[in-house]
């Protein structure tokens, strides 16, 4: 669960809490610029945000990890290759087109970093792009270069917020958490909000600090940090192909414990990895499934996501049904398919604290059915209501709660323990991708 | 593709095809019966419809597959062991509810299928008995056990057409299948419509036929048709827990050619698939992928069941959207997560007969754009249009032609090859699968 239990009145009291949360790191600077454009594969109007994250000053640590999707796009890719770089002194990233497989993708992505840091005095090989948006397109190279001079203009210190909201798509409200430890700070943004079962990942994070920890160290952090935070959380089981998460020190506050800095960003990963799932496309319930008692924390984290990506359950949630056989339906499958030997006899499964299931058979009654009913009721973010012509969008631009449907499977077989985070199947979900590009 | 190509303007002109298709096997009865109950977990009125198809004299000659869910429902239980009795005399089939995990299932299942023998004159173990609709519930086994000489006085021979009926849950109309031939028969009948990932399989099929092939190859006949069949579909990914395939054969016709058998048995097996798929909840367009010049068959078929499972993607095609960026998304999710060997570079795709990706890029243009909505719009089975509240639901009660929405996959480095057909993800499967059991 959250390391936090926030609740929003409306949009106001989370937008005041965000900004009290947004204080950058020493050592970093933001600035955004936005823009109109028409794309060459469909001439109509688009709007593009560019998004700079500058360093005072360069620095060798820095940490990333990226999508596992067999078509990188053309950002992954050369991000992969600036892991090897000796230092990094920005970030550019760009909404609206995921530059994914688009023909002359990388050489355009390079020449966009290249423009960028000729307004930072960086070598292009010191600044790492992103792209987030429709797959297929071509980026508007020229407009994204001609715009780049105002970003850069607007670079300031103080707050992450415009970069928080300068990186969205279809997410409701910007995310950022942070953590502050040892006389510095660690402060995070995500990007969600479809597309997403990172592998790792299907969003843009970027996490920044102050706090001196060196490159393999962070890394190595990184890459603890990110499973059963990034890798346990899943909108649609879709993977994109330009999920990153980057970590960047500006080494500005000596780092006195390491140990307290991994559980700090731990912290951060977790709670912005939650913040991404309740910010999720058309997401009216989270879903925390925690596996407990399993032979392996891989089976525990496959089955946790195998009932979060279940769709027939996930259509239950938003309905508020407690239609509890359907979650026994996706444990059997995943168990079926992927763990055949597998001894379920011993599984026992809760909803909201609720046994529905031991001993091999339903344990069900009315009463009980009520309870579900009322602890999914309870979870719900915000109430279904279509417009007069059958669209369905969010009725909230904030969190209004952080609470989940908890679900607890033991499978009474092991000492493996894992938690994902899904959301339910909405008619949200499928307003906004039906029609998403135009 | 289906091996027919039909249109049908409205319900009449489909029920006046299914009643030509529907002539019964010689050998073979079926009658049905009708009745409300309240469910001892959810007391609210529900209906249920009891299914008869009884054989004239018991045959040896019977195969069936079954779920390879781990949770198997007590019907897939009882069933897997009637496979090594001699003979079957019959079949008997309730709606409604699953009997899966229910206490006592499977001794309930074996005194429903007891009370139906001693009605035929058989003995409860030669009767085989299948359940589906909600899992977790209890079978009314008095309702049942009372409405079954209701049933067998209903039996008759003539038409398949009331078990076609009798069997439904959610499907928005009965599917026969049916192939003559050397002075037989083969007639199936499909029960859809939800929790499709047969594996094998998600739903109740029934093929009987009068022309006499023998046990041991029937057995072997249906283990192969089922793979390209039944085992290449998906509606929405849930692998059901109730799924069987069941073949009989009365024996009353000798059978000439069994080379010639199989194939009608195949194509039987093929159409009804399709028609599974078609007839998905919330289904409005279904979508062929056809994989081609694969490593293997099987990751031919997953590659596909990947790309008809794509949350994402599922929903661009109900908005008849050319997104075809989701489905590279969803080839690169897979080939990343399953098979990262592959060399993706040869990888041509194309939709309704457009080029839209080769040489490792997008090949789009605004023309192409229209040609690709274009089929989109062609292969759609209706349009969807909310009630006044909000609630989705099929505007048809037939299938009103079978124009698939055609996806290419070359991967340019294999011989093999596999086509999956699936659905799209719409408003109309939300709807129906948020307010099942109410």
Redo the contacts between chains.
């Keep these: 669960m959250s390391s936090t239990n926030l609740t929003f009145a409306n949009r106001d009291a989370h937008r005041a809490w965000l900004a009290s949360q947004a204080r950058l790191p020493a050592g970093f600077r933001v600035g955004t610029t936005r823009f109109d454009f028409t794309p ?4 109509k109007p688009a709007r593009m945000t560019i998004t700079l994250i500058a360093l005072d000053r360069p620095t060798p640590d820095f940490a990333a990890v990226f ?6 796009g053309a950002p992954v890719i050369v991000g992969r290759q600036r892991l090897a770089e000796p230092t990094l002194g920005a970030i550019v990233v760009n909404n609206k087109i ?1 530059n ?4 002359g ?1 990388v050489a355009t992505s390079e020449r966009i970093c290249a423009a960028a840091g000729k307004l930072l005095e960086l070598a292009g090989t010191q600044v790492l792009p992103s792209s987030t948006g ?4 071509t980026l508007p190279e020229p407009a994204i270069v001609g715009g780049l001079p105002q970003a850069a203009a607007a670079l300031a210190s103080g707050s992450i917020l415009p970069a928080a909201e300068g990186i969205v798509t279809t997410d409701l409200y910007p995310k950022i958490r942070r953590a502050d430890l040892g006389g510095g700070s660690i402060v995070g943004i995500a990007k969600g909000a ?2 997403i ?1 990172p ?1 790792l990942a299907t969003m843009l994070v970027y996490i920044l600090t102050d706090l001196a920890v060196p490159r393999a160290e962070l890394r190595a952090m990184l890459a603890r940090v990110v499973e059963p935070s990034f890798n346990s959380i899943s909108i ?6 330009s999920d990153t998460v980057v970590v960047v020190s500006s080494g500005k506050v000596p780092c006195a414990d390491f140990a307290a800095f991994e559980a700090a960003l731990a912290d951060v990963c977790r709670d912005l990895a939650e913040d991404v799932v309740r910010n999720g496309e058309g997401v009216r319930h989270v879903i925390r499934v925690a596996v407990r008692k399993a032979a392996s924390v891989e089976l525990a984290r496959a089955l946790g996501k195998a009932v979060v ?4 359950f996930k ?2 949630v ?2 508020n ?1 407690a ?4 979650l ?10 992927h763990a ?1 030997g ?1 001894d ?1 006899s011993r599984l026992r499964a809760r909803m909201g604290g609720v046994e529905i ?1 031991a001993q ?3 344990q ?3 009463t009980k ?1 009520a309870a579900l009913t009322s602890h999914l009721r309870g979870a719900e973010l915000y109430t ?3 417009t007069a012509d ?1 669209i ?1 969008t969010a009725t909230v631009d904030y969190p209004p709660h952080e609470r989940c449907v908890e679900i607890d499977i033991d499978l009474g077989s092991g000492t493996a323990e894992a938690t994902v985070f899904g959301g339910d ?3 949200e ?10």
Excluded at 323 to 326: A, D, F, H, K, L
Excluded at 328 to 337: C, L, R, Y
Excluded at 429 to 438: G, L, P, T
């Design positions: 060459v594969e469909a001439p999508t596992k999707n067999a078509f990188p995921s994914v497989c688009a023909p993708g429709v797959i297929g397109w479809g597309m079962e592998n649609d089981s879709d993977t994109s192909t990506n279940a769709p027939l259509c239950a938003a309905g049904d239609n509890v056989g359907r026994v339906q996706a444990i059997g499958k995943h168990v079926g398919a055949p597998t379920l299931f091999g058979v339903f069900l009654d009315p059915e279904s209501k279509p059958g369905f199947l909405t008619h979900y499928v307003s906004e991708n039906a029609d998403y590009r135009s």
